[in-house]
């Protein structure tokens, strides 16, 4: 009896549970009369045979196997415990949260764009969710032949696709190449269509994909920048003054070629800012010059007697004129 006793399990239940692990298969042992079933809250429990499903159990608790489990299965309701009898079951636990992963292109993809022949390299960063829906393929493709699964497996087998996923969606939805942040909600639909069915086959729901931000070569990113900044500043007089500040503010810290061109430029246009307002400013004075009558005042600025446009002040002898 004792020797009987040491082959048979008492408990059936995930012993080694992972924030990370979407399912364990429990060991291929027998479970002995009064062998007990744990599930654990965000697990279902699945008794199988020879690979098929024999009963899928989803509340969280302790179940007696023999009263409370057995009656359930689909082949095995006959069942009997005897004496030194128990009977080899296979459980197969599935985590049932929702997984999020971060995803990352590990390299530039090249995008087609107007007027680059060889593509915009682009990398992007962002994440998507999925979870088990599916039991049975779940089993069928993958939980047949292993012991468990994690989501590093899932994000391999989704990184394998994104790249072309990416440059698939992205020429469909960019609409404006420069700024595809506006319109990352409509590629990352695009792209979470075709993930999951991607999965489907597998037991899995792709149920959000997310791009967080799109990556542009320095140099591309730069010109992006510089044009959002035109666009912030609506009058043109205030961005040249910026544009001189800008250029001396990166003068003192570098003394490259570029540098002292921009702030060459910067100081070209002040000038010229300078000179027309100059320019302006005589125009407006000959002009009020001209259109005078030649009279004099009618009061003496110098004593304020009233002099009728005479040219001499009667009162202090004031020049007028």
């Given at each position: 009896m004792v020797f009987f006793s040491n082959q048979f399990a008492d408990v059936v239940e995930w012993d080694e549970f992972r924030d990370d692990m979407i399912f364990y298969k429990w060991a291929n042992k027998e479970v002995?009369?009064?062998?007990?079933?744990?599930?654990?809250?965000?697990?279902?429990?699945i008794f199988l045979n020879n690979g098929k499903i024999e009963g899928i159990f989803e509340d969280d608790g302790e179940y007696d196997i023999e009263s409370e489990i057995v009656p359930f299965l689909s082949t095995l309701k006959g069942f009997r415990f005897g004496f030194n009898s128990g009977?080899?079951?296979?459980?197969?636990?599935?985590?049932?949260?929702?997984?999020?992963?971060?995803?990352?292109?590990q390299n530039p993809i090249n995008i087609p764009a107007p007027g680059m022949p060889g593509g915009m390299p682009i990398r992007a960063n962002g994440t998507f969710q999925f979870k088990v829906n599916d039991y049975i393929s779940l089993?069928?493709?993958?939980?047949?032949?292993r012991t468990s699964y994690v989501v590093e497996d899932v994000k391999i087998r989704i990184t394998a696709v994104l790249d072309q996923l990416l440059m698939k969606w992205i020429p469909k939805e960019g609409k404006d190449m420069f700024n595809l942040q506006a319109n990352a909600s409509d590629i990352a639909k695009g792209i979470q269509d075709d993930l999951d069915m991607q999965v489907m086959d597998d037991g899995f729901k792709i149920t959000g994909f997310q791009i967080m931000s799109f990556n542009y070569p320095k140099e591309i990113q730069d010109m992006i920048n510089k044009n959002a900044s035109h666009g912030m500043?609506?009058?043109?007089?205030?961005?040249?003054?910026?544009?001189?500040?800008?250029?001396?503010?990166?003068?003192?810290?570098?003394?490259?070629?570029?540098?002292?061109?921009?702030?060459m430029m910067g100081m070209n246009i002040a000038k010229e800012m300078m000179d027309d307002q100059k320019d302006s400013g005589k125009e407006s004075a000959g002009s009020g010059s001209g259109s005078g009558?030649?009279?004099?005042?009618?009061?003496?600025?110098?004593?304020?007697?009233?002099?009728s446009g005479a040219k001499f002040c009667p009162n202090c002898g004031e020049k007028l004129t």
């Open positions: 002995k009369k009064g062998s007990r079933l744990i599930i654990r809250p965000g697990q279902d429990a009977m080899r079951v296979e459980v197969l636990f599935v985590n049932t949260k929702e997984f999020t992963v971060r995803w990352g292109t089993i069928d493709k993958i939980a047949g032949v500043v609506g009058d043109i007089s205030r961005y040249q003054q910026m544009s001189v500040a800008d250029a001396m503010g990166k003068s003192s810290g570098s003394n490259t070629a570029s540098d002292m061109a921009g702030m009558s030649g009279k004099g005042p009618n009061f003496c600025p110098n004593c304020g007697e009233k002099v």
